[in-house]
């Protein structure tokens, strides 16, 4: 027994260490991008590529298998007790943010919007936008990473995350003032008597290579600095976070803008979130917000909307 589990250990870590050797020439051949998401996943290397090794098949070397950190560390800060608005660090992380691109880059299409229960091509929201896969193992990992920061907002079996889509803005566009819930709340389509609203919205940033395209909420005020009624120093989003990590050049992640409201500029992996309704379920219009429009570049952001369901009656 104690001989058979030692060949057996011996022989997996033999297999590892001809796995390395084997991948590493295939994977300076691979284009940049792939290359890029392979190197993240080289370590720890997991078990189950045994099966495509190139000598047992000719199934060309695909990007390695999006293995879900379900541990991964996010941190939070609060933006708004009221309502309730949480700046979440970290949330996607850079090989899920390479890896939901992929999947969602030949789906862009121009973005629309609701108005009035019609769906329409407005000059109110010039991005594109595509819809993610729900059975995709890296939507699967964010939407449940999502699903555990919202507790006890959901009721597992009645509830659900939503459909997740990726929306890009370019030069020039621009979401103006909306909000992300609906008016009249939507009926299901699983056949039950049951209608649903968009409860809280998740922003999270996957490409930040622009100027300008901050996101915009008019009538939110950071409830922090109404508390420092003695002119202290203000709290300038994890600005004083990024002095002590040392960073070169720290830039406050969210300011006041001069219209009112605060502005969260785009840093990709990091995302806003914010409830949406009323504990009444009817929409707060303070959670009315635009995405500013891009001076230059790129910005990419992934929205997840998690809807509560409503018995009709
Ligand atoms: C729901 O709650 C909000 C906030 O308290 C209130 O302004 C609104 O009038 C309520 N609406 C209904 C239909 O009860
Ligand atoms: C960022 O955007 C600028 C302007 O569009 C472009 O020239 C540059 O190549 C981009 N950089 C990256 C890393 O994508």
Known sequence: MAMKSVAKAAGI???????????????????????????????????YPFGILPFFSSTPIAPAPFVCDATHPYRTELVSLDPLVIYIHSLITPGEISALLRTAEPEFAPSEVTKNGRTLNTADRT???????????????????????????????WDEMGPPQLVRYRAGQKFNVHHDWYE????????SMRRWNRVASFFAILQDNCTGGETHFPYIRPSIVDQSPHGEAKWRGGLQDQIQRGEKEPRPLWREHENGGVAFRPVAGNAIFWIN???????????????LPLVDGLKTA?????????LYD
């Open 127 to 157: 991005s594109s936008s595509a819809g993610l896969p729900r059975d995709d193992p890296t939507v699967m990992c964010v939407l449940d990473r999502a699903r555990n920061f919202l507790g006890t907002m959901l009721r597992d079996g």
């Open 302 to 310: 992934m929205n997840i909307w998690p809807r509560q369901y409503y």
């Open 13 to 47: 870590s033999a297999g590892t260490a001809l796995l390395a050797a084997l991948s590493l020439p295939f994977l300076t051949n691979l284009p940049t991008p792939l290359l890029t998401f392979v190197g993240e996943r080289l370590s720890p290397v997991p078990d």
């Open 277 to 291: 309704l009323h504990p009444n379920g009817t929409g707060d219009e303070r959670t009315n917000h635009a995405g």
């Open 184 to 191: 009249t709340p939507r009926w299901a389509n699983d056949g």
